[in-house]
């Protein structure tokens, strides 16, 4: 693969506004190897070797990475671990570190498979073939294939994924028990379809109590309605296997219910000024239902208890699969510690211990299926089944135009501004103005 410095500066200003993973400025490293990591190489010394790591801030609290720095640390002798937190990064600034062979880390932690390309279009990021990865303990039957799809491009493997997130519906169960949509034996008995959810929404709706929320806001609005499409048409695309679908009859269906059940009250566009409103109000017991990444049943549970929130499908998931995503690790090629940086992949990161604690925790999935055996609560098995069926978004160079523009068609239309079949012709006429290919081939 050629390296083409005018299309990594093309490509960095069309991803400059991302969150991302790069290597760029950070904040030191709380706890082991405090100080910051340099372009300086790796080597210690004494002789020994300082694995970079680079992680995203809101992962920290999430995962316990200082006991696993300490253990990689006293397996590998003269091995020390250190640690750069990132939040917001611009990725000119690893484009042009990476384009001239230069890291100032060996591994980067937070990404999805979007915010790979840019990288893995221009060569600078390790493929992970069953050589040098997928052998012994990791093959790849070994993993949940939805999220190791999500860090595929163009059939190659750029991302190995570190946690997984699925859209389901999360739900208040006392509520749920007093509208009668809980079943003897404690089951949720889950719509069929979104007519039958809005219903469900009717029925769930009182003074004080929302039925159902979803995750139309920002980041999420294109994801949430992938989930939804897949449900209620089991499948996401066009005829032309490529182009997302906003004109099927049962995505029209789907949205003229959305637009219903604005009007009526039986949901909220809170979320269009306040990402975080649903999550809030769920929080808070105002909330019946509510569409998003279902590791929030996990996050709910700590304030409303455990045992008084569950996870269902998405209307149609059940059967079709829902939609999943990961944030991922990749180690840059201008790295000198690349064995090791896929040593503490599979030692540490992928360690069972570390991520069942954050599971039971956050609800954050492991990208491994074994991971799972072992669970006590008992929607596990509900989120992993239709994880497993689950499809990724779709990877598209200006995904991040769709997200935005998918915002303001939908506020439009959920707001009665402008009609259902408005809605799904503004949508595909958009579709015909953006880059639809993966940004792979230069």
């Not at 200003?13 to 760029?24: F, H, I, K, Y």
């Not at 221009?122 to 069953?130: G, H, L, Q, R, S």
């Not at 059940?261 to 979320?271: E, I, P, R």
């Not at 707001?415 to 792979?440: P, Q, R, W």
């Amino acid at each position: 693969m050629k390296t083409k410095k005018a299309y990594s500066l093309a490509l960095a200003a069309v991803m400059a506004s991302s969150v991302l993973w790069g290597c760029g400025s950070s904040s030191t490293d709380p706890g082991t190897g405090a100080a910051e990591a340099s372009d300086s190489g790796t080597k210690e010394a004494g002789g020994g070797q300082t694995l970079r790591v680079t992680v995203q801030a809101w992962m920290m609290g999430k995962y316990d990475f200082e006991r696993i720095a300490k253990e990689f640390e006293e397996e590998n002798p003269g091995v020390k671990v250190v640690y750069n937190q990132v939040d917001n990064v611009d990725v000119t600034s690893s484009m042009l570190e990476w384009s001239q062979g230069k890291t100032n880390c060996d591994l980067a932690l937070g990404g999805d498979r979007s915010e790979t390309v840019p990288y893995a279009a221009n060569d600078y990021v390790v493929e992970f073939t069953d050589e040098n990865f997928f052998n012994g303990d990791f093959t790849k039957d070994k993993f949940i294939g939805s999220f190791l799809e999500s860090g595929n491009a163009d059939g190659v493997q750029y991302m190995i994924p570190l946690l997984g997130e699925v859209l389901g519906c999360v739900v208040n169960i006392p509520m749920m028990q007093e509208a009668g949509y809980v079943a003897e034996d404690q089951t949720i008995t889950a719509p069929a379809d979104w007519n039958e959810m809005y219903e469900y929404a009717k029925n769930l709706t009182k003074d004080g109590q929302t039925g159902l929320a979803v995750d139309w806001g920002n980041n999420m609005a294109v994801k949430a309605y992938d989930a939804c499409v897949m449900g209620a048409n089991g499948n996401l695309y066009e005829s032309d296997g490529n182009t997302l679908n906003f004109t099927a009859g049962p995505v029209k269906n789907m949205l003229q219910v959305w637009q219903d059940l604005v009007k009526d009250g039986y949901t909220t566009t809170d979320v269009f000024a306040d990402a975080d409103a649903n999550r809030t109000n769920f929080k808070a017991g105002r909330v019946a239902m509510h569409i998003a990444p279902a590791s929030r049943w996990i996050e709910a549970g700590e304030l409303l208890g455990a045992e008084n929130v569950g996870v269902m499908p998405i209307p149609g998931t059940d059967t079709h699969g829902s939609v999943s995503y990961i944030h991922g690790a990749v180690i840059p090629k201008a790295s000198e510690n690349q064995e090791l940086a896929i040593k503490f992949i599979k030692d540490k990161l992928l360690q069972e211990q570390f991520q069942t604690d954050s599971m039971n925790s956050y609800g954050k999935m492991s990208p491994m299926k074994a991971h799972y055996e072992k669970l006590d609560n008992p929607y596990w098995p509900t989120v992993l089944d239709f994880t497993e069926k689950a499809t990724t978004p779709p990877l598209y160079k200006d995904y991040t135009k769709l997200d935005t523009n998918m915002q303001i068609e939908l506020q439009k239309m959920l707001s009665g501004a402008s009609t259902v079949d408005e809605f799904s012709a503004n949508m595909s006429k958009f579709m015909t103005t953006i880059d639809l290919s993966t940004g792979m081939n230069k």
